[in-house]
């Protein structure tokens, strides 16, 4: 039988990404990402936020884009699978760790410095990321020549149902 392993996340990061680079020149950086749930309380009534924090690692090209990209509170869509691990901390007391190492991000929200060049400190326009390839168009569907009829011969065989 086959199993997955996989997380999705839409939150905001929490703090600026770490960027490591391993001996092998390979680029990791980390961040916490946030995501709030609300949910009314029972007894009280009112609305409860419960902020649940998650560690992010992206590995290579994709810890390079973060980098560059994400700062603190950036809205992020993150892709991933779940790891789990455990370390000994400084005091010698060992503990467990879930982390989520992403596969996938997209950043949510408005771009930054994409209107005029004066938006920018260096006076550069900053280039927007290419548009997204479509998939070839359909050719457009042909029209039969205008005839002189009254009847139902001059009505669209392409009637969609």
């Given at each position: 039988?086959?199993?997955?392993?996989?997380?999705?996340?839409?939150?905001?990061?929490?703090?600026?990404?770490?960027?490591?680079?391993?001996?092998?020149?390979?680029?990791?950086?980390?961040?916490?990402?946030?995501?709030?749930?609300?949910r009314k309380?029972?007894?009280?009534?009112?609305?409860?936020?419960?902020?649940?924090?998650?560690?992010?690692?992206?590995?290579?090209?994709?810890?390079?884009?973060?980098?560059?990209?994400?700062?603190?509170?950036?809205?992020?869509?993150?892709?991933?699978?779940?790891?789990?691990?455990?370390?000994?901390?400084?005091?010698g007391i060992?503990?467990?760790?879930?982390?989520?190492?992403?596969?996938?991000?997209?950043?949510?929200?408005?771009?930054?410095?994409?209107?005029?060049?004066?938006?920018?400190?260096?006076g550069a326009?900053?280039?927007?990321?290419?548009?997204?390839?479509?998939?070839?168009?359909?050719?457009?569907?042909?029209?039969?020549?205008?005839?002189?009829?009254?009847?139902?011969?001059?009505?669209?065989?392409?009637?969609?149902?």
């Amino acid at each position: 039988m086959a199993s997955v392993n996989k997380v999705i996340l839409v939150g905001n990061c929490g703090r600026d990404p770490e960027i490591r680079y391993l001996p092998s020149g390979g680029a990791v950086a980390n961040v916490s990402i946030a995501t709030t749930s609300r949910r009314k309380d029972r007894n009280s009534g009112e609305f409860v936020e419960e902020t649940q924090w998650h560690r992010v690692t992206f590995f290579e090209r994709l810890a390079e884009i973060v980098g560059e990209y994400v700062k603190k509170g950036t809205p992020i869509y993150i892709e991933g699978r779940l790891t789990y691990r455990k370390y000994t901390d400084k005091d010698g007391i060992e503990k467990n760790a879930t982390d989520i190492i992403a596969t996938e991000m997209q950043l949510l929200g408005k771009r930054e410095g994409m209107g005029s060049p004066s938006d920018d400190e260096g006076g550069a326009p900053r280039r927007a990321a290419p548009a997204p390839r479509s998939a070839p168009s359909a050719p457009a569907p042909r029209q039969a020549p205008a005839r002189a009829s009254s009847g139902f011969d001059d009505m669209d065989d392409d009637i969609p149902f």
